[in-house]
């Protein structure tokens, strides 16, 4: 079993510090919001993304699969009562040469390996497609 940490704390009305590691994060905890920093729907999804992008690292090489570059685009719904988010989107692009049935099937690894895609998944619904960069 493997066990992660983070600490977090306020700085002050705008802001607080979420700390991991070496790694800090400035936190956007301001009523009106704040554009040096991200809310706590944005980190999520940037959680959501730094896992695809950490199992596109993971398999590749299983999967000897050629890549140049990876992108992924994240949005989420939310409902406001109760707050709760009712659909992440995500769009996975990739500069590979690849053939489509490859490109399926690392899609579908990062989403079965990918602690962060089965955690939300199993909270809201996760739609997207992995493609071809153009």
Not at 87 to 99: A, H, M, P, V
Request: charge should be neutral; glycine fraction near 6%.
């Amino acid at each position: 079993m493997t066990e992660y940490r983070v600490s977090a704390r306020r700085i002050d009305s705008h802001g607080g510090l979420a700390l991991a590691k070496d790694a800090e994060v400035v936190l956007d905890t301001d009523m009106a919001g704040r554009r040096d920093a991200m809310n706590p729907v944005e980190l999520l999804l940037s959680a959501l993304a730094a896992c695809m992008l950490k199992g596109i690292e993971r398999l590749t090489p299983m999967l000897l699969f050629r890549f140049e570059g990876a992108e992924v685009h994240l949005e989420a719904i939310r409902q406001d009562a109760p707050p709760k988010l009712t659909l992440i989107r995500y769009q996975i692009t990739l500069d590979s040469n690849e053939t489509d049935k490859r490109l399926d099937l690392l899609h579908r690894n990062i989403l079965k390996y990918g602690t962060i895609s089965n955690t939300l998944a199993g909270a809201v619904p996760l739609e997207g497609t992995l493609t071809r960069k153009v």
